[in-house]
């Protein structure tokens, strides 16, 4: 017993340890970001651009299965603010269901209205999204591509506020930040724009300014054509194609521009399974870039602190495999000040959680202060508690595509289905809703009964070590068995 609990004190510290200095990565992008900020707001920092538009432009507008999004994607993207001698659309359309008609009523709409718009389609769906997006650069006559989702709605003025910045040289792509169009539609919509909240305002603007590795977030942004082919073309051995590419670009020389002050709208997922397709996805495809790309940062002839942010930037999967082996090993850990007094000091790595939870909150207080700039600090409490939990629970979840990644093991690429539930209601909810109790309910509630357990025991014991930590976990895994059961019950 006290050779296991020895074993499981020094890997949760390892765990803890990788955590903590992923943290301290975060904090120190919050520094750069808080300085930037204040730097904007006395000075003009724009950069002098050529305004000339003399660029030909071709949006591709990937797609597979979106009958709900299509008509209002293409809608927006056919009424931009460009000459139309020098735009191109591409609605590269992979569907097998509905999408195909609607996607054809569209493009033939906008086609009778002289704007140059085409469907193209494959005969199978090959490499999925990087496949749809290599096939229809091959005959794009674009020299920047710009591409969106489906579920995005870009401003007519998108492409005047980005390719006078793309016009620069060296520069290979510029990324916009999203927004939310259902931030409020639920509980689950604004933990997760809390969270991309701090993605888009803190790390991709601070990553930009210091000259860091940073991604393409697959939409809402240009490419110069001759970036993407420099650096080798799209790959569909990831799941996250965008984030190979980015680093692919990048380490070929090419350099990116993130405009924080460029919003192009989005739908967040709905619902709880739709949040976790998409995580599933993003996290093993994280896990997959960095177990390819990893090798050549090392020996790529870049500074050490850009090596450095690259890494841990592609290491962020892991944290979700640490929190998981973190929570599970802090149950033992429990009683090992009874069986083990000698260690009892080095229990305060416990702690730790709490030193993380407190720097934490500072970043996401900066990243959200436009949000809650009308609202008392205990909604910010509330919803940075929220989303903290969820993210901690589904660490659990996402454990699973972090080790399929980490070694190689392969699978398709399942898009997340687009909703528009502000126009269509229930009806898209329930399209993707199952009738069957899934193994993930299950998880949750014994989760939640252990973990509450555990915070009993606790408080019981006065060991509060890991109170917190438990605690966060416990709320956690009741939000999701909640979230899991009225998906199961169909009340959105």
């Given at each position: 017993?006290?050779?296991?609990?020895?074993?499981?004190?020094v890997?949760?510290?390892?765990?803890?340890?990788?955590i903590?200095?992923?943290?301290?990565?975060?904090?120190?992008?919050?520094?750069?970001?808080?300085?930037?900020?204040?730097?904007?707001?006395?000075?003009?920092?724009?950069?002098?651009?050529?305004?000339?538009?003399?660029?030909m432009?071709?949006?591709?507008?990937p797609?597979?299965?979106?009958?709900?999004?299509?008509?209002?994607?293409?809608?927006?993207?056919?009424?931009?603010?460009?000459?139309?001698?020098?735009?191109?659309?591409q609605?590269?359309?992979?569907?097998?269901?509905?999408?195909?008609?609607?996607?054809?009523?569209t493009?033939?709409?906008?086609?009778?209205k002289?704007?140059?718009i085409?469907?193209?389609?494959?005969?199978?769906?090959?490499?999925?999204?990087?496949?749809a997006?290599?096939?229809?650069?091959e005959?794009?006559?674009?020299?920047?591509?710009?591409i969106?989702?489906?579920d995005?709605?870009?401003?007519?003025?998108?492409?005047?506020?980005t390719?006078?910045?793309l016009?620069?040289?060296?520069?290979?792509m510029?990324?916009t930040?999203?927004?939310?169009?259902?931030?409020?539609?639920?509980?689950?919509?604004?933990?997760?724009?809390?969270?991309?909240?701090?993605?888009?305002?803190?790390?991709?603007?601070?990553?930009?300014?210091?000259?860091?590795?940073?991604?393409?977030?697959?939409?809402?942004?240009?490419?110069?054509?001759?970036?993407?082919?420099?650096?080798?073309?799209?790959?569909?051995?990831t799941?996250?194609?965008?984030?190979?590419?980015?680093?692919?670009?990048?380490?070929k020389?090419?350099?990116?521009?993130?405009?924080?002050?460029?919003?192009?709208?989005?739908?967040l997922?709905p619902?709880?399974?739709?949040?976790?397709?998409?995580?599933?996805?993003?996290?093993?495809g994280?896990?997959?870039v960095?177990?390819k790309?990893?090798?050549?940062?090392?020996k790529?002839?870049?500074?050490?602190?850009?090596?450095?942010h690259a890494?841990?930037?592609?290491?962020?999967?892991?944290v979700?495999?640490a929190?998981?082996?973190?929570?599970?090993?802090?149950?033992?850990?429990?009683?090992?000040?009874?069986?083990?007094p000698?260690?009892?000091?080095?229990?305060?790595?416990g702690?730790?959680f709490?030193?993380?939870?407190i720097?934490?909150?500072v970043?996401?207080?900066?990243?959200?202060?436009?949000?809650?700039?009308?609202?008392?600090?205990?909604?910010?409490a509330?919803?940075?508690?929220?989303?903290?939990?969820?993210?901690?629970?589904?660490?659990?979840?996402?454990?699973?595509?972090?080790?399929?990644?980490?070694?190689?093991?392969?699978?398709?690429?399942?898009?997340?289905?687009?909703?528009n539930?502000?126009s269509?209601?229930?009806?898209?909810?329930q399209?993707?809703s199952?009738n069957?109790?899934?193994?993930?309910?299950?998880m949750?509630?014994?989760?939640?009964?252990?973990?509450?357990t555990a915070?009993?025991?606790g408080?019981s014991?006065?060991?509060?070590?890991?109170?917190?930590?438990?605690?966060?976990?416990?709320?956690?895994?009741?939000?999701?068995?909640?979230?899991?059961l009225?998906?199961?019950?169909?009340?959105?």
């Amino acid at each position: 017993m006290k050779i296991f609990l020895m074993i499981a004190l020094v890997v949760y510290c390892i765990t803890t340890l990788f955590i903590f200095c992923y943290t301290i990565m975060q904090f120190h992008l919050t520094l750069n970001y808080i300085k930037w900020n204040k730097k904007r707001k006395n000075i003009n920092t724009a950069p002098n651009l050529i305004t000339t538009i003399d660029k030909m432009v071709t949006i591709q507008l990937p797609l597979y299965n979106e009958p709900y999004v299509t008509e209002r994607l293409i809608d927006a993207v056919c009424v931009m603010d460009y000459p139309a001698h020098l735009l191109e659309i591409q609605v590269l359309d992979d569907s097998n269901d509905e999408t195909v008609a609607i996607a054809d009523k569209t493009v033939a709409k906008w086609l009778a209205k002289g704007v140059d718009i085409k469907v193209v389609r494959r005969e199978d769906r090959s490499g999925f999204k990087a496949g749809a997006l290599k096939y229809g650069l091959e005959i794009a006559k674009g020299e920047y591509i710009a591409i969106f989702d489906a579920d995005f709605i870009p401003s007519p003025d998108f492409l005047q506020k980005t390719v006078p910045v793309l016009n620069q040289d060296g520069i290979g792509m510029v990324q916009t930040r999203w927004g939310h169009t259902n931030r409020e539609y639920s509980l689950i919509t604004k933990a997760q724009a809390f969270w991309l909240e701090n993605h888009f305002r803190i790390e991709q603007t601070s990553r930009s300014n210091l000259n860091l590795f940073f991604n393409f977030n697959g939409t809402a942004g240009v490419w110069k054509k001759e970036a993407i082919i420099d650096a080798g073309n799209w790959h569909a051995d990831t799941l996250t194609e965008d984030l190979d590419l980015s680093y692919r670009a990048q380490l070929k020389g090419w350099k990116f521009l993130y405009l924080e002050d460029v919003v192009s709208p989005a739908e967040l997922p709905p619902t709880l399974a739709a949040f976790k397709s998409q995580q599933f996805r993003w996290t093993k495809g994280g896990a997959e870039v960095s177990r390819k790309m990893i090798p050549t940062l090392f020996k790529a002839k870049q500074p050490f602190g850009v090596k450095l942010h690259a890494i841990g930037h592609l290491l962020n999967s892991g944290v979700y495999l640490a929190i998981a082996l973190s929570a599970f090993l802090s149950l033992p850990l429990l009683f090992i000040k009874d069986i083990l007094p000698a260690v009892k000091p080095i229990m305060t790595v416990g702690t730790i959680f709490f030193t993380n939870f407190i720097v934490l909150a500072v970043t996401y207080k900066v990243a959200t202060a436009d949000y809650f700039k009308n609202k008392s600090i205990f909604q910010f409490a509330k919803m940075f508690q929220i989303y903290l939990s969820i993210t901690a629970s589904m660490s659990f979840h996402n454990s699973k595509a972090v080790l399929q990644g980490y070694f190689g093991k392969k699978s398709a690429f399942i898009r997340t289905p687009k909703f528009n539930a502000e126009s269509n209601g229930v009806i898209a909810l329930q399209r993707f809703s199952s009738n069957k109790i899934s193994s993930a309910l299950v998880m949750y509630l014994l989760l939640f009964l252990l973990f509450t357990t555990a915070v009993i025991y606790g408080i019981s014991m006065q060991n509060f070590g890991f109170l917190l930590f438990h605690l966060t976990l416990s709320l956690g895994l009741g939000l999701l068995f909640y979230f899991e059961l009225c998906g199961l019950l169909k009340k959105y």
